[in-house]
């Protein structure tokens, strides 16, 4: 990872913050392909699909107005986990929310809440 996705990480998981003051998020990059979101907020780790997707979604287009490499990834990944002390935690209690870049560049739809919605409940059914 080059300095310069250090600092377009950095910007955006202070941008993030500052949309979300009560529940730290830390940003994370895989590969260079896949950029995770973790958003600690034990009410959201258990909220419904419905609100966790309707989040997911405000978080997915705040990366592509806000991420200087949106260009460059291929998946956004935006996971919600209980919050633990003053930090985000790492582990995520459920399977997160995934985007491809090329549907949030046109913008997400009610279709791809849909998907995120039934992603999320088979999910939880498995469990």
């Known amino acids: 990872m080059g300095c310069r996705d250090v600092q377009d990480l950095a910007s955006l998981g202070a941008a993030l913050n500052e949309q979300y003051p009560n529940s730290p998020v830390s940003v994370s990059l895989t590969d260079g392909l896949i950029l995770t979101v973790t958003v600690a907020d034990s009410a959201l780790a258990v909220a419904s699909c419905e609100s966790q997707a309707a989040v997911a979604m405000r978080i997915a287009e705040s990366v592509r107005d ?62």
């Open 66 to 127: 806000n991420y200087g490499g949106f260009r460059s990834i291929d998946i956004i990944s935006i996971a919600f986990a209980p919050r633990v002390g003053v930090r985000a935690t790492v582990t995520a209690t459920a399977l997160p929310t995934r985007f491809a870049r090329t549907l949030v560049s046109g913008g997400l739809t009610g279709a791809d809440s849909v998907k995120a919605v039934e992603s999320c409940k088979a999910w939880r059914e498995l469990q």
